[in-house]
């Protein structure tokens, strides 16, 4: 079942690796089948080192799990909650990674300040609100989605496909399990950039026209940036 997305995720999930987002199991990958409405997901707590394509693990909607023999990722419900508000979307990752959860502990939006930003995110990428101890108490997973998706109410999730969740860690999304991990990416480096840039002049701002030239020339109906 879904064998192509198995593998497309299982391959996403080794990247975060490969690119240094994770250690230990502190991260996951997921994608969803929009036909079918199932999602793949990696298993909670395995490591890295041993996993296979054939221990991913696939879901419904609601997280029943439909095929794989180990426990989907403790993360499934907030992905979940992301692919029902976000119809767009195809895929989800979060990783612990350092720069970008270091704002989230400091519980402070990854602010736009040059173009390596806006090249990929249009905004600031949002910090959500810290979750309330009903929330904490009640479906914790599921209410860290509902957290993310408060946080674009007035935002196109499409146009900056990240949130770092206060005190928690961040999250991006893609159309692919791969546009997704290279959002990550980017995530991690611009928290970096931004960290070391306020530390030299914590007054920086960007100039809004750049922000939108950056931006418009990589993304939308008049993009020139790369190949046709």
Known sequence: MLENLKQSVFEANIDLVRHGLVVLTWGNVSAIDRETNLVVIKPSGVSYDTMTVEDMVV????????????RPSSDTPTHLALYRAFEGIGAVVHTHSTYATAW?????????????????FHH???????????????????ETGTVIIDAFKSMDPMHTPA??????????????????????VVLE????MATITLAVNPAVKMDEHLIEKHYSRKHGKNAYYGQK
Do not use: M
Request: glycine content about 8%; proline content about 7%.
């Open 59 to 70: 879901v419904d909607l609601d997280g029943n799990v439909v095929e794989g023999n180990l």
């Open 163 to 184: 949130a770092i969740v206060a005190h928690h860690g961040p999250f991006t999304w893609g159309s692919t399990a791969q546009a997704a991990v290279q959002n990550a």
């Open 189 to 192: 480096e611009v928290a970096k």
């Open 104 to 120: 989230a502990q400091a519980c402070r939006a990854i602010p736009s300040l040059g173009t390596t930003h806006a090249d990929t």
């Open 124 to 142: 600031d990428v949002p910090c959500t609100a810290p979750l309330t101890p009903e929330q904490i108490a009640g479906n914790y997973e599921a």
